[in-house]
Structure formats: C-alpha cells, structure tokens
C-alpha cells in the first residue's frame, strides 16, 4: 500500500509563510512527476503546480514568484515553500505523485489526505 502524507499545514497571518513537506510510504519502485494541488471551501481542486524527476517545475498563474516546489528523490519526498501568502491562499493542500510499485508496470497517480492552510487577513 502505497500512501502520501503531508505536514506543515496551520494558520498564518497574510504575507508569511509556510512550508508543506509530502512524505511517500509503502513499496515504491520509482517516482516520476510530484506536485500539489489545492482545494478552496466551496471550490474544485486546482493544480498548485508540479516537479519531474529531473527536476522541471511549473506552477498556476495565481502562485507564480510566491510558492516553490522543491523535492528529495533519495527521501522521496517532496516540498512546497508558500510565501507572501493571501487570503484566498487559504485551502486544503494535497500533494500527489506518479508512483510505479514494485513490481508493477505502470505508473498510477496517488494523492495524499491533504492538510489544512488557513491565511488570515
């Protein structure tokens, strides 16, 4: 049983910051693309932004400049460094990841629980 879990959620006052940090379990044979997504209350998850192997990243307009995501192959983990954070930044933060399991063929997209950033104003 392959399982992702974050840490590092937690409430924050406008223009501070936050650290999520996405630890991988379970019998993993490689990882291809990590990332985050977010969801709003009352909204859809929205892709926060993503990170290859190698180490490529891309993000949402809306988070471009202020979030960064970084990643340890050798932990398998993977990290995302909020900055200038808003109000509307508040959301449940879920990280995900291409895994293939040992003994697999294939990649499949695992996603984690998710944890809670709360941005006052």
């Known amino acids: 049983q392959v399982q992702l879990v974050e840490s590092g959620g937690g409430l924050v006052q406008a223009g501070g910051s936050l650290r999520l940090s996405c630890a991988t379990s379970g019998s993993i044979s490689s990882i291809n693309t990590m990332g985050w997504g977010r969801q709003a209350p009352g909204k859809q998850r929205e892709l926060v932004g993503a990170?290859?192997?190698?180490?490529?990243?891309n993000y949402a307009d809306s988070v471009k400049g202020r979030f960064t995501i970084s990643r340890d192959n050798a932990k398998k983990m993977v990290y995302l460094q909020m900055n200038s954070l808003k109000p509307e930044d508040t959301a449940v933060y879920y990280c995900?990841?291409?895994?293939?399991?040992?003994?697999?063929?294939?990649?499949?997209?695992?996603w984690g629980q998710g944890t809670l950033v709360t941005v006052s104003s």
């Open positions: 990170i290859t192997s190698g180490g490529s990243t």
């Open positions: 995900n990841a291409g895994i293939k399991v040992v003994g697999g063929s294939r990649y499949l997209e695992v």
